[in-house]
């Protein structure tokens, strides 16, 4: 349990804070950093039981039908990990509090900060390789949100785009990869998987389970050829840079190489492709670094050069450089940390990140200088600093693994240039910027930050030095622990002494720190660094310019596609359609021997076929009419809706006739009301036309198709009803409603209970709908001969007002309808709450009792008008909308508290004074959902359709008002 409660607590921590106020800033950043510090405790609480190889578990039950369990493991990596993303996590929301402006939207920064440390954990923590995939997606999606924070900036917006489309492009393809890799071992669970290394690498689909797990582990991790995001994604805020970007989203992809290193590691193809990838990104990266003139892009080439590092010690394929792979991880993450926080101080204090406008700070800014000096020094492998420890590692390997696959000279050679580029963008780092004469002309004067806003910088700049001079008593546990859990009993013996000897690796170190520092001087006094405007030998290289033309193309080629195989109207669509329909229906019933089965058909009854005809006559009516006569159309149709809930009810079915019935009532108001809005259509005789002779050939083309629909699906009806019924699950629910979900009326219990998921999903894809119908309709703007009132009401008589503007309905043409409305409202909300309280043993429920309550409301609109009503009561359908979700969401989540599948119901019966004994299903709750949430959807539907009137009130007020500058306009 506690597992899960570490994972849950930042989601409802980011939760809490999206309603938090826009001017707390204090409590929001108090609260972030609550979460933050009890995930860090209570990580580093679960030490003891992790150290030795110990694997922390929860369980519950998922989808157990396929197989999947939600699941979640701890074992040393996965600690690791979790304590890096919480720790430096709460290091960050310090500097952020102090960081951010006032101005800036903080409830929405943290809010999006608290899910994206939730969505780590997720990764880190998952037992289940597809409840990784579905973590790995989250994070993507909540760091998009994260770099495009100051959405109003073009350049966060395209950064933000670009790392989505990359990572969620890596994330699909790692799914794939997971399918695969489930598909060989037969199960997603990751101890299975790590248990079946034998097995998976001698399978003939290793190659394809490799690549597609690498595609998604290298574009997350910015490796080559994906390396190009990264940058761009520098547009984000600091802190999230220093997050993201040194300890958390950036390492998923090698935290991912290193999870299944034990079962895809150990062949040519891992080693080519993983090894391959990485050399490149660490010569690259670093090439790169050297010549940028922003802050934060020179720490971002840097990152994606020790990532590549890192991804390169893991394509070496030894258990050392698996070990080293690991120690970088840590040590990387706590510099460049350390650098990223530096940098926002910069920034924040002289209001710019321009190398070549920064110099001489060491004498304004003297301790930022130092702390940001000893994490640069420590990114180049400085001696008694935590870097060092763990490039002299990388260092041995290249030398060993080199000799071993016929790479002698070639990779350690690599690994040295690699070093001296790195040695070379720290000098730049820090002597372009703390010394030299001093800055001119910046946009702030600079001076120290707040004492808080540096203490993160400070603490993580004394871990890599007292990693770097005592790793011994400090960081050996920990790395002894994370690597257990990969290797196990393959551990090899490793030391972390800080002398060796004098050895090959050292001289390495000591050749890449002079050559490095050589390097850095000539490239600044033939160069003049500051002077670069792009990277000398490879710019004609760049990712940027390859990632916008594949967009340009991807996007040529659907609009091809969609102007040659698609329509812009939606008749055609439907004409092809329903060909395709015919065609198909035709092809299946050739096999039937006979239309009519062996079971004889039933008596005719008079009224029943009178009824149906009813109907049909109102259905040919509606299309005849809907073209030019819309209110008719509207009316003919809701007759045959009428036709087919008196059908519900004949045939026994009342829930579903209540259903159509509102439904129906609900429908034609709300399509009234858009047809208010649509400019009328005359027919050709009215314009003295003549009909074209084309148009009657599409409308015999139409008729012929819509009588063969209709001709097919009564042949497929009569031929199903004269056939022997087979038996179904039908049975099942009929049986198991009351003693399996606590309720009599099995329609509702199979909708709350048996199918809940379903619904779920349905309720989701309504509120969905609604929040799109409101979003379309802000933009919309009446027809200009829609605005004037419709003579039905210009005919009443009226007095000055036309009720628009907010005037009391009661006291016009309206009293005695406006007044019965607003004595109606009490009564049907009543309705629909014993609607609902019913619903689960008689006719009723929460989706019922949302349609009523709604028709409630909307009766309150027709008669009081929209400002009327909306300065009278305060609906906000869109909490509505999240409210309901929340409960559904909630009542499955309750059922996975107790260890139970998720939407497992209950049924309680608590025994009330004065009542006895009550059912009380734990469904309760989720048809509660069900019930707020089609009220919600249903009103702000309504609120987008009739605020057009507001709007079409102001328009008309412009327009007199600009024919009539002397008049006063209406109101």
């Known amino acids: 349990m506690s597992l899960l409660i570490l994972l849950v607590l930042p989601f409802v921590g980011s939760a809490v804070a999206a309603f938090l106020p826009a001017n707390a800033r204090n409590r929001e950043a108090w609260l972030a950093g609550a979460i933050a510090l009890a995930g860090t405790v209570q990580a580093a609480l679960m030490y003891p039981d992790v150290s030795y190889g110990g694997v922390l578990r929860y369980e519950a039950a998922w989808l157990p ?90 350049d966060a917006r395209r950064g933000a785009r670009m790392a989505l489309t990359v990572t969620a492009a890596g994330g699909l393809c790692l799914f794939a990869g997971v399918l695969v890799l489930g598909h060989i071992v037969g199960s997603y669970e990751l101890d299975d998987v790590l248990a079946s290394g034998e ?41 999230v840079s220093a997050y993201l970007h040194s300890a958390t989203m950036v390492k998923a992809g090698v935290f991912l190489l290193i999870r299944l ?89 002289c209001g710019t990140r321009d190398m070549r406008r920064l110099s001489g700070l060491y004498r304004l800014m003297p301790v930022t200088a130092t702390l940001a000096m000893v994490a640069a020094a420590a990114m180049a492998g400085v001696p008694l600093l935590n870097g060092f420890i763990s490039k002299e590692m990388f260092f041995t390997e290249a030398v060993v693994v080199g000799n071993e696959v016929g790479m002698r000279f070639a990779l350690p050679v690599a690994a040295t240039v690699a070093g001296a580029f790195s040695v070379a963008y720290s000098w730049r780092f820090m002597h372009d910027v703390f010394f030299g004469p001093p800055p001119r002309d910046l946009p702030r004067t600079p001076h120290e930050p707040v004492r808080w806003m540096r203490l993160p910088a400070e603490l993580l700049a004394f871990a890599c030095l007292v990693v770097g001079i005592v790793p011994a008593y400090t960081i050996a546990p920990f790395l002894a622990t994370a690597a257990r859990a990969v290797l196990g009993e393959q551990v090899p013996h490793y030391s972390l002494e800080i002398w060796h000897g004098f050895t090959l690796p050292l001289l390495m170190s ?76 035709l092809c299946a019933a050739r096999g039937l021997p006979s239309l009519r089965g062996p079971v004889a058909p039933g008596a005719a009854d008079p009224a029943f076929a009178l009824l149906w005809v009813m109907g049909i006559v109102c259905a040919i009516g509606c299309a005849y009419q809907a073209k030019y006569h819309r209110l008719v159309a509207l009316a003919l149709i809701g007759g045959s809706g009428l036709a087919v809930c008196i059908t519900f009810l004949w045939f026994s079915a009342p829930d579903l006739a209540l259903t159509q019935l509102l439904v129906e009532v609900v429908t034609t108001i709300l399509m009234l009301l858009g047809l208010r809005w649509l400019p009328s259509r005359k027919e050709p005789r009215e314009l003295g036309l003549r009909t074209p002779a084309s148009a009657w050939v599409h409308r015999g083309r139409d008729l012929l198709l819509s009588v063969g629909c209709g001709l097919g699906l009564a042949g497929l009806s009569y031929a199903l009803l004269t056939r022997p019924y087979p038996d179904t699950i039908s049975s099942y629910f009929l049986e198991h ?163 139970y599948p998720f939407l497992t119901s209950h049924a309680f019966h608590p025994t009330l004074p004065l009542i006895g004994e009550v059912p009380l299903p734990s469904a309760f709750l989720f048809d509660l959902g069900v019930f707020v949430l089609v009220v919600g959807a249903t009103m702000l539907i309504l609120t987008a359709l009739a605020h057009q009137s507001i709007r079409s009130h102001r328009a008309a007020q412009h327009t007199q008002a600009a024919a009539e500058p002397g008049e006063r306009p209406w109101n």
Not at 329 to 342: D, I, V
Not at 525 to 539: A, F, N, S
Request: hydrophobic fraction near 50%; charged fraction near 10%.
């Open 65 to 154: 039908e396929l197989g999947l369990s939600f699941s979640l493991r701890m074992d040393g990596l996965a600690w690791i990990f979790a304590l890096m993303v919480t720790g430096i996590g709460l290091l960050v929301v310090l500097y952020a509090r102090y960081y951010m402006s006032p101005e800036d939207p903080v409830p929405r920064f943290f809010s999006f900060l608290l899910a994206f440390m939730g969505s780590m954990l997720g990764v880190v923590m998952s037992g289940n390789l597809i409840q990784m995939a579905l973590f790995w997606e989250l994070t993507s999606m909540v760091s998009f949100l994260l770099i495009g924070y100051w959405h109003h900036r073009a």
């Open 199 to 239: 097995l998976i690498r001698t399978h003939p689909v290793y190659t394809l389970a490799l690549v597609l797990i690498a595609l998604g582990a290298l574009t997350k991790s910015a490796q080559f050829p994906f390396h190009f995001w990264l940058p761009h994604a520098m547009a984000a805020p600091t802190p």
């Open 261 to 349: 290193w034990p079962v895809l590691a150990g062949t040519s193809d891992w080693f080519w492709i993983i090894g391959g990838a990485g050399l490149c990104t660490l010569l690259v990266g670093a090439y790169a670094a050297i010549f940028q003139q922003d802050l934060k892009g020179l720490l971002a080439y840097s990152t994606i050069s020790h990532l590549g590092l890192i991804t390169l010690l893991l394509g070496l394929g030894s258990p050392l450089a698996t070990v080293a792979a690991i120690f970088h991880t840590m040590n990387h993450a706590t510099f460049k940390a350390s650098l990223f926080m530096a940098a926002g101080i910069i920034d924040h204090e």
């Open 510 to 585: 000591f050749i890449a720190l002079g050559g490095g520092s050589l390097f850095y001087l000539i490239l600044q006094k033939g160069l003049r660094l500051r002077t670069v405007e792009r990277l000398p030998l490879i710019y004609r290289f760049s990712g940027k310019r390859s990632f916008e033309r594949i967009l340009t193309l991807a996007t040529a080629l659907a609009d091809r596609l969609t102007n040659s195989l698609g329509a812009r109207g939606l008749q055609p669509q439907l004409v092809v359609i329903v060909m395709v329909a015919v065609g198909v229906g």
């Open 737 to 899: 409603a009351l003693p399996g979900g606590g309720g009599a009326n099995v329609v509702n219990v199979l909708l709350v209970d048996f199918r809940g998921f379903d619904t779920m999903g349905e309720i989701t894809v309504l509120g969905t709908v609604a929040l799109t119908v409101y979003a379309l309709l802000r933009r919309f703007r009446p027809a200009p001969e829609s605005i004037p009132l419709p003579h039905q009401q210009t005919d009443q008589g009226k007095p000055d007002g036309d009720g628009r503007g907010g005037v009391d309905p009661s006291t016009g043409y309206l009293t005695v309808p406006a007044v019965l409305v607003r004595l109606l409202l009490p009564a049907i909300a009543l309705f629909a709450v014993y609607l609902f309280l019913r619903g689960h043993n008689q006719p009723g429920g929460g989706f019922v009792a949302g349609l009523v309550l709604s028709v409630a409301f909307i009766l309150q609109y027709m008669m009081g008008g929209t400002v009327w009503v909306e300065s009278r009561l305060r609906l906000v359908p869109q909490s509505w909308i999240g409210l309901g979700l929340l409960f559904a969401v909630g009542t499955g989540l309750g059922a996975w508290l107790f260890g």
